[in-house]
Structure formats: structure tokens, C-alpha cells
Nanobody, 112 residues
Framework: QVHLVESGGGLVQPGGSLTLSCVAS????????MSWARQAPGKEFEWIAD????????NVENPVLGRFTISRDNAVNTLYLQMTNLKPEDTGVYYC?????RGQGTRVTVSS
């Protein structure tokens, strides 16, 4: 059974940084591409970054391009999202995804 547990969210001021983590279990983590997605209040679910099984290829969507970095450590079954220069519009619940399966999410609030 796929189990994804996100952590690292919190309250941060505009311009600040956070790193989210997602610990995966129940499947062979190194065999799957993974993604991060988010849902902001009142907005649609939004895919923001994905990474191939080895970590050698990544894709980051325009709203966060140049500010967010996706990475993974297959040795510890963990997916990361490094977020810099955070903006109020980055506020939302962030989800670790394997296909359409996701964890419970971690909340990020960007506010002064």
C-alpha cells in the first residue's frame, strides 16, 4: 500500500524559504517518478514539479520556475521540494504525488 508522508510546511514571510520532505513507503520508491502538487485556497489543484525515478531529470512549472527545486534521495525513500523567494500566492497545501496517489499534505502559509 502506497504511503506518502509530507512534512516541513509552516508559516514563512514573503521572500523566505522552506524545504518540504516526503517519506515514501509501501512501494519501490526508486522505480517511480514522483511529483509535487499544491492546492491554494479557492483555486484548482496545481501540479508544480516532477522528477524521474533516478533524479536525473526534473521539470518545474512556470509559476515556481527558478524558485523551487525538486529532488530525491532514493537511499532514504524521500522526495524534497526546496522553495525559495516565497510569495503569498504560494500559500496552500502541498502534496507529494505518485501518479494520482498523494499524502495528507503539508500546509504552507506565506504571509507577513
Amino acid at each position: 500500500q502506497v504511503h506518502l508522508v509530507e512534512s516541513g510546511g509552516g508559516l514563512v514571510q514573503p521572500g523566505g524559504s522552506l524545504t518540504l520532505s516526503c517519506v515514501a513507503s509501501g512501494f519501490t520508491f526508486s522505480g517511480y517518478g514522483m511529483s509535487w502538487a499544491r492546492q491554494a485556497p479557492g483555486k484548482e489543484f496545481e501540479w508544480i514539479a516532477d522528477i524521474d525515478p533516478t533524479g536525473s531529470s526534473t521539470n518545474v512549472e512556470n509559476p515556481v520556475l527558478g524558485r523551487f527545486t525538486i529532488s530525491r534521495d532514493n537511499a532514504v525513500n524521500t522526495l524534497y521540494l526546496q522553495m525559495t523567494n516565497l510569495k503569498p500566492e504560494d500559500t496552500g497545501v502541498y502534496y507529494c504525488m505518485r501518479g494520482n496517489e498523494r499524502g495528507q499534505g503539508t500546509r504552507v502559509t506565506v504571509s507577513s
